[in-house]
Nanobody
Framework: QVQLVESGGGLVQAGGSLRLSCAAS????????MSWYRQAPGKQRELVAM???????TYGDSVKGRFTISRDTAKNTVALQMNSLKPEDTAVYYC???????????WGQGTQVTVSS
C-alpha cells in the first residue's frame, strides 16, 4: 500500500510563492495519476492539479497560469509550485494517488497553506 508524505506548506504573503512536495513510498512510475487537491474552510475539496504517468497535466481553473505540477520519478516525488499566491489560495492541500498499483484512492495527511493579504 502506497503511503504519501506531504511537506512545504506554510505562511506566505500575497504575491509570494511556495513549493509543496509529495513523497510516495512506491515508484510513482507505477501510479497512473498523482494529484493535488485543496480544501478551504467552508468549501468542498477541489482539484488543484494532476499529472499522469504519461506526463499529461490538468489544472483547476482558479490556479491555471500560477501553479505548476511536476514529477521526479527518480525521487518518487510530485511537486506543486505555487506562484502569485492569493489569500483565496489559503487551504489544506492534499496529495492523492490512484491507478496502477494504487487500487483505491490514497491521500496524504495534508499540509496547511496560508496566504496573508
Amino acid at each position: 500500500q502506497v503511503q504519501l508524505v506531504e511537506s512545504g506548506g506554510g505562511l506566505v504573503q500575497a504575491g509570494g510563492s511556495l513549493r509543496l512536495s509529495c513523497a510516495a513510498s512506491e515508484s510513482i512510475f507505477n501510479i497512473n495519476v498523482m494529484s493535488w487537491y485543496r480544501q478551504a474552510p467552508g468549501k468542498q475539496r477541489e482539484l488543484v492539479a494532476m499529472i499522469t504517468s504519461g506526463g499529461s497535466t490538468t489544472y483547476g481553473d482558479s490556479v491555471k497560469g500560477r501553479f505548476t505540477i511536476s514529477r521526479d520519478t527518480a525521487k518518487n516525488t510530485v511537486a506543486l509550485q505555487m506562484n502569485s499566491l492569493k489569500p483565496e489560495d489559503t487551504a489544506v492541500y492534499y496529495c492523492n494517488a490512484l491507478g496502477g498499483i494504487v487500487i483505491a484512492p490514497t491521500w496524504g495527511q495534508g499540509t496547511q497553506v496560508t496566504v496573508s493579504s
